[in-house]
């Protein structure tokens, strides 16, 4: 009976020590343990398909202050046939891109892990103190996430020339032989594509943010791509960690190749360490 009571025992205690085992946090990762923390709320911030539907349609640009103030979605753009979509309309509507939705997937599954709270936030509704306060995720270029414009005075790498066809990452403070920018064309040969990954403080320096920005909708799955696959992601950390093991803000722009909608052969053109 003694020895009965000894194995339930020992049975018992092997399985708390399996359950603990099993619910233990895994090793904490050197990105998603600071923007993805259980007391501190994460917004996700998808681009804003129909804005830049309205902007290719208009031939127009929209800073923050324009976005904010939504007088873009009522102007008027000449006449149009009754029953015709306006530029307008697309722009009211709230459209997002299938890299984005996947990207959203991911970081879901990837914040369950982490036991922490996700918030997805449509662009619209999203506030300055938002900004101040949590930590953020924003997925897509200033001209699709107006929200990026606020980070870029800090940023080296940043988005210009945006054309039909063709779209430039500025390197706004060249280094060695890098050059002044990278530009996208739609018509290159090569298909190449560029994404920026930003990992940056938040407005109110009580958190970070992650931006993720791209060329094309496949640039912008190139930068969601490196930072999601830790064996391209934890090398570059690696090269830029403090000697206390902390990792600094950064930049760094990828160059890839557009297959078929899909980032393939990624590589780093250029990084800085940002603090």
């Known amino acids: 009976m003694v020895l009965l009571v000894a194995l339930l025992v020992v049975g018992v ?13 895994s090793t904490s990762h050197p990105l998603w343990s600071l923007l993805l923390r259980p007391n501190q709320r994460t917004i996700v911030v998808p681009s804003d398909t129909g804005l830049v539907m309205w902007q290719s349609a208009t031939g127009q640009g929209i800073d923050l202050a324009g976005y904010l103030s939504g007088s873009y979605r009522a102007q008027s753009t000449g006449d149009i046939p009754t029953g015709q979509v306006t530029p307008a309309d697309l722009a009211g509507r709230r459209y997002t891109s299938i890299v984005d939705l996947g990207i959203v997937k ?13 918030v997805l936030s449509y662009a619209r509704d999203v ?32 988005f210009a020339d945006a054309h039909i066809r063709q779209y430039s990452v500025v390197n706004r403070t060249p280094a060695g032989a890098e050059p002044a920018k990278w530009t996208a064309n739609y018509d290159d040969p090569q298909h190449r594509v560029y994404g920026v990954v930003g990992f940056l403080p938040n407005l109110g320096g009580t958190g970070s943010v992650l931006i993720l920005e791209g060329t094309s909708m496949a640039g912008t799955q190139c930068a969601w791509d490196f930072v999601a696959d830790d064996s391209s992601f934890l090398p570059f950390v690696n090269r830029v960690r403090r000697p206390d093991g902390s990792i600094p803000h950064f930049q760094l722009v ?9 980032a393939v052969k990624r590589s780093i053109a250029a990084w800085r360490v940002m603090d």
Request: hydrophobic share 45%; charged share 20%; glycine share 2%.
């Open 13 to 25: 205690r092997s399985a708390k020590r399996a359950t603990a085992d099993t619910l233990a946090p």
């Open 106 to 118: 991911q970081l879901t599954q990837i914040a369950d892990t982490q036991k922490s709270r996700l």
């Open 127 to 158: 506030h300055v103190d938002d900004l101040k306060e949590a930590n953020v995720i924003l997925i897509g270029a200033a001209v699709a996430n107006p929200w990026v414009e606020l980070f870029e005075p800090k940023m080296n790498f940043v």
């Open 254 to 262: 990828l160059e890839s190749t557009n297959l078929t909608g899909s």
